[in-house]
C-alpha cells in the first residue's frame, strides 16, 4: 500500500470534525440500521423548514427537506458516536457516508456528498403504516410552514392565529408521551418520529415559550435571540 507523501493529507486524529457536529444520515446509510450499527435511539429529525445552521453556506438557513442526524452529546455539538479517550469514532470503519467523505484537508470530496439522497423518517418506517400516519397528521398540523404563517399573523396583532400557536404547541407536547406509550416508542426515539420540540425551536420565529405550574403555556418575544 502507498503510503501518503504528507501529512496533511493523514487524519491525524484531532477530533474536530467529531466535535463541531454530527454528521447527516443518507439513503445508503440506511443498512448501518439493518445492521445496528445505528439505532433508532441514535438519530434525530431535523424537518422540512426549520431553522439551521448551513455548514455549506456557513449561514442559518431554514431546511427544504428533512434530515435525518446522529445525536449530539447534551450541551455540545459532539456527535453521540465520538470517544472522546480514544479521540476516535466508535463506529469508524462503519461510519456514515457524510464522515467517509469528510476530509478536512479536500473539502471538494465533502461537497459530492451533498446531492446525494438524503436518509427520510419514510425511508426508516416504510414497514410501520401506523407511524407514517402519525407522522403524516403531525405535519399536517405542526409544519413549521403553518406555524410561520400564524406568527406572522400574530404579528399583526391576529390573536386567534396567537391562540391557535398555544394550541398546537400544547398538542405537540402531549402527543410525545402519549404516542411513546400507546405504541411503545422509547423516549430516545420519539425525536426521531416527531423532530425536536416545538417549545425548543419555536426561538427561531423570535419567540419563547413560557409554561406555568399548571402546564399552560404562553408566548414571549424572545429579548435574547441573536438570529
Known amino acids: ?13 484531532c477530533g474536530e470534525c467529531c466535535v463541531n457536529g454530527s454528521p447527516t444520515l443518507h439513503l445508503s446509510d440506511f443498512k448501518l440500521f439493518e445492521e445496528k450499527i445505528v439505532t433508532l435511539n441514535n438519530v434525530y429529525t431535523l424537518r422540512k423548514g426549520e431553522l439551521v445552521y ?20 447534551p450541551g455540545s455539538k459532539t456527535c453521540i458516536f465520538y470517544d472522546s479517550d480514544d479521540r476516535g469514532c466508535s463506529i469508524y470503519s462503519t461510519r456514515p457516508l457524510q464522515c467517509v467523505k469528510f476530509e478536512c484537508w479536500n473539502p471538494k470530496k465533502f461537497f459530492s456528498s451533498i446531492n446525494e439522497e438524503k436518509l427520510s423518517r419514510e425511508d426508516l418506517f416504510h414497514q410501520s403504516p401506523t407511524l ?10 405542526c409544519s413549521y410552514e403553518k406555524l410561520g404563517e400564524l406568527f406572522e399573523e400574530t404579528q399583526k396583532g391576529n390573536r386567534d392565529a396567537a391562540d391557535e400557536i398555544l394550541e398546537i404547541l400544547q398538542y405537540d407536547t402531549a402527543i410525545r408521551p402519549f404516542i411513546g406509550e400507546k405504541l411503545t416508542i422509547p423516549g430516545k426515539s420519539i ?4 423532530g425536536r420540540p416545538l417549545v425548543s425551536t419555536i426561538k427561531m420565529f423570535g419567540y419563547k415559550v413560557v409554561g406555568d405550574e399548571e402546564g399552560n403555556y404562553s408566548l414571549m418575544l424572545d429579548k435574547d435571540d441573536e438570529s
Open 54 to 73: 448551513d455548514n455549506v453556506g456557513e449561514e442559518l438557513d431554514y431546511l427544504k427537506d428533512e434530515m435525518i442526524k446522529a445525536k449530539e452529546l
Open 132 to 141: 407514517k400516519k402519525i407522522i403524516t397528521t403531525y405535519e399536517e398540523k
Open 191 to 194: 425525536d426521531l418520529v416527531l
Open 1 to 13: 500500500m502507498i503510503e501518503p507523501d504528507n501529512k496533511e493529507h493523514v487524519c491525524e486524529r
